[in-house]
């Protein structure tokens, strides 16, 4: 609980521009799904076998999971707020759709008549009689799609969308409880004060409802508007997948950049989401810069054939197909390899004189190992190891975080790792050297595409200065004061460049 | 000679290929209470609603004022047509005030003056102003028809249609709003169309009954002829089955158009009758008679009509 409390007041500030981004998203998604949907159910309510087609339509939308339709949107509409406020469309349409049809035909055919005979006019049926005898169903699947659209749109996030889901994202990335409730309550929240601001409206004049509506479209549109085109600037986009490691990186690469050319605006997006997204937001210029794996480049990005041994040659095979499918521009990696890893304690490694994976075949007898389920299972993980390293020990499946606990206690003292993660460095444990080439090869370099290359040579080279650099050691300790120390990524990462002469005080 | 207000001429109407309204012909006079009545299905609310619309003819002439319907706007021959439903029907979001003030907000009479009128139109139908805020929902259903009524009135038509608009309500409010009816005929001397399955309803209100079966008008003619020269046998059989069944249904009138009052009198015995009016029943005259020898029939502006004793009213109910 005090942990709560200390992680709410750390983040108000990103809180209050959480909630301002998932308002604004819900908003213009709730106002568009409207701005459609009763329009078309009013027209449709005289063809009830069109009516039907549109309600099975837009059922059909609805069960398609929220990740797949963000995913499926991704090659048309890009990354973003945009793609974001459609997903959230496509699900808000089948209640607000669905209540104003069922409003609208379920009124008594007799009052029908009675407007008829009275000589009203077709619209002014629909606005004094009609609608507002269907409005109550109709404000109350307005409401079901606003409670929708505002757990929905958490999911936002995973395509650099903002809004609360970052706070749930995070918080599952970093393994922080806090962060995910903190996310989680204040969607609720919102949830619950704009299910009352929807009653309120419904006891207002309808006329006063227009205006207030007008005056946020209005005061939100220009917002909008005024941030795009500011937006137009030349800018240098530096976006960086979930988690702490990328955030530093994008540091480091804005202050490498702005050190040299300070005129340049550079923008960063950290936790902008997943490998495939940041890739077509590269490809469709949503973005300039992120870091990748040499790995994942080939394993994700161009589905290479053949995985070459070294470290260099993964590289070169990877910038190349990159360059020809892509013409993508691939720079130099860092030194520091992101794979698994076999960790013990350092006491334990120092005790043994163990150094690499091979040289556990002497305390073979001693070993208690504890690993994630992941890697027991994997062909390329525990199997692999064991067949190659010829060793063979005692193995308890557990939960990531649980087994550095573990080992900590001394009920295990052998884990399976990642090479960067920051409790090798909070719980005092050595990696052992994978000197046979098991584990795959994951550098980190920064990727853009030829045509920012070519236009920003002097960005290039400042970012070439880290090629080479950054210890697993070095990154370990960094991820650990950003994770457990909860320092700024962007203090952090200058501390790392100005230390190493990088850039300047 | 007078022109009637409304004519059929050689009017069918099909539904889905079956024929409903078979060659009708009829005039209806400016200032008419005019009842249309018959079983269900004998075509009666189709033609009414041909009249204002509501249902298209399939073929013939409908003409209002001389002027055939086809050649108004459905807006200007509605707002020439008051329409009063047996739903009743209010809009349930609006106020009384505002079901009232439908048309005359549409024909953008100043807001003043329909205020003025609201008021007078509710106390000419016995509700007072306090129901103008009142919402629909929560009125009885005689109260509602009130409203019905005058929201009909309001745009101060030459004709109102009036599709059986009581038959949903209890005897009491029935009763009550059927006299509302005549004196507000009486008082606006609009014409009125209206429709009802009820041969008492019709014989009360009617200045002219046509009788209606299977899409096809029997006999058009007052209701003392109709009673006394039905034009067939239907007709008559319409009329037996449905007068005199219940005591509560016979009206002091059909006992006098029946040939049973006693002429005026002026002796003591007279001066001290109790009075009854004619639109009351029968079983209002015999509780009467229980405890007086004579009772006084009036109309309705209280104006002495006849009597009626012990001796003329066992006559009557011996001929039934």
């Given at each position: 609980m005090p942990d709560f409390v200390q992680t709410f007041m750390d983040r108000k500030a990103a809180l209050v521009q959480a909630l301002g981004q998932h308002l604004a998203i819900s908003f213009w998604a709730l106002l568009i799904a409207v701005v459609i949907a009763i329009p078309v159910a009013i027209w449709v309510r005289r063809y009830p076998k069109v009516a039907q087609v549109i309600l099975q339509l837009t059922g059909v939308l609805q069960t398609i999971p929220s990740l797949a339709l963000l995913g499926l949107l991704i090659p048309f509409a890009g990354i973003g707020t945009v793609p974001a406020i459609i997903a959230l469309v496509v699900y808000a349409l089948l209640p607000i759709f669905q209540n104003t049809y069922v409003g609208l035909t379920e009124i008594d055919p007799s009052t029908e008549e009675a407007a008829d005979a009275m000589g009203m006019s077709r619209s002014r049926k629909l606005f004094r009689v009609e609608l507002p005898m269907a409005m109550p169903i109709i404000i109350s699947g307005i409401r079901t799609s606003m409670v929708l659209i505002i757990g929905t749109a958490t999911l936002a996030a995973l395509i650099g969308a903002g809004g609360l889901g970052n706070f749930i994202l995070l918080g599952i990335d970093r393994n922080n409880t806090s962060l995910i409730l903190i996310g989680a309550i204040s969607a609720a929240l919102l949830a619950i004060v704009m299910s009352y601001f929807i009653t309120i409206l419904q006891k207002m004049k309808f006329r006063n409802v227009v205006i207030l509506i007008g005056t946020i479209v209005v005061i939100g549109g220009s917002f909008a508007g005024y941030t795009a085109v500011s937006q137009l600037n030349q800018k240098v986009v530096i976006a960086g997948k979930l988690g702490a490691e990328p955030e530093i990186l994008i540091n480091m690469y804005k202050d490498l950049i702005t050190a040299k050319d300070p005129r340049l605006d550079v923008e960063l997006k950290p936790n902008f989401g997943k490998t495939s997204f940041l890739f077509s937001a590269l490809k469709s210029n949503q973005i300039n810069i992120y870091p990748e794996f040499t790995g994942t480049v080939l394993e994700t990005l161009t589905h290479s054939s053949v995985t070459p041994k070294t470290p260099a040659a993964i590289y070169r095979l990877g910038k190349q197909q990159l360059a020809q499918q892509d013409h993508m521009a691939y720079l130099k990696p860092m030194a520091y390899n992101n794979t698994y890893g076999i960790a013990v304690k350092e006491s334990f490694a120092q005790r043994y004189h163990?150094?690499?994976?091979?040289?556990?075949q002497q305390v073979q007898g001693k070993l208690k190992a504890g690993m994630s389920m992941e890697f027991m299972d994997r062909k390329d993980g525990l199997k692999l190891v064991e067949r190659r390293y010829h060793i063979k020990f005692p193995v308890k499946g557990m939960e990531p975080e649980l087994r550095y606990r573990a080992i900590h206690d001394n009920q295990i003292n052998l884990i399976d790792c990642y090479?960067?993660?920051?409790e090798l460095r909070q719980y005092h444990l050595t990696v052992l050297q994978d000197n046979k080439h098991v584990f795959p090869i994951y550098q980190g370099a920064p990727l853009m595409t030829q045509d920012f290359a070519k236009k920003h040579p002097q960005a290039v080279s400042s970012l070439n200065k880290l090629a080479g650099k950054i210890s697993e050691r070095q990154i370990q300790q960094m991820n650990y004061e950003v994770n457990v120390l909860d320092q700024s990524p962007a203090s952090v990462a200058r501390h790392y460049l100005v230390q190493h002469h990088l850039i300047k005080e | 000679m007078v022109e009637p207000l409304i004519e059929f001429k050689n009017v069918f109407k099909k539904f889905d290929g079956k024929?409903?309204?078979?060659?009708l012909n009829l005039r209806i006079m400016p200032g008419e209470l005019f009842v249309l009545v018959g079983s269900s299905g004998s075509g009666k609310t189709t033609t009414l609603k041909m009249i204002n619309r509501l249902l298209e003819k399939s073929s013939g002439t409908i003409t209002v004022a001389g002027r055939p319907?086809?050649?108004?706007?459905l807006t200007d021959l509605r707002w020439k047509i008051g329409y009063v439903l047996q739903q009743i029907?209010?809009?349930?979001?609006?106020?009384v005030a505002k079901n009232v003030s439908v048309v005359p907000d549409m024909q953008h009479v100043a807001s003043r003056q329909v205020h003025a009128m609201v008021d007078n139109l509710l106390t000419e139908v016995g509700l007072d102003k306090g129901f103008r805020n009142r919402m629909p929902g929560e009125l009885s259903g005689g109260q509602q028809q009130r409203v019905g009524i005058i929201r009909a009135l309001a745009g101060k038509p030459p004709i109102i249609l009036m599709d059986e608009?009581?038959?949903?309500?209890d005897p009491l409010a029935r009763e009550s709003l059927q006299k509302l009816i005549l004196k507000l005929h009486t008082k606006y001397q609009n014409t009125i169309v209206f429709v009802t399955h009820d041969m008492d309803e019709a014989l009360k209100l009617g200045d002219r009954i046509g009788i209606m079966k299977n899409g096809r008008l029997l006999q058009v003619d007052t209701p003392k002829d109709i009673t006394n020269n039905p034009a067939n046998k239907f007709v008559a059989d319409f009329f037996s089955h449905n007068r005199y069944s219940d005591l509560n249904k016979i009206l002091v009138n059909q006992v006098i158009e029946a040939g049973f009052m006693v002429a005026r009198r002026s002796d003591d015995q007279a001066r001290s009758a109790p009075s009854i009016e004619q639109m009351s029943n029968l079983k209002e005259v015999l509780r009467l008679l229980a405890s007086a020898p004579l009772v006084r029939i009036i109309d309705g502006s209280g104006k002495t009509v006849g009597y009626f004793d012990n001796e003329s009213i066992i006559r009557f109910l011996s001929t039934i």
């Open positions: 163990l150094k690499t994976i091979e040289d556990l090479s960067t993660d920051s | 024929p409903v309204i078979k060659d319907v086809d050649d108004y706007s029907a209010l809009f349930p979001t609006m106020t608009p009581f038959s949903a309500l």
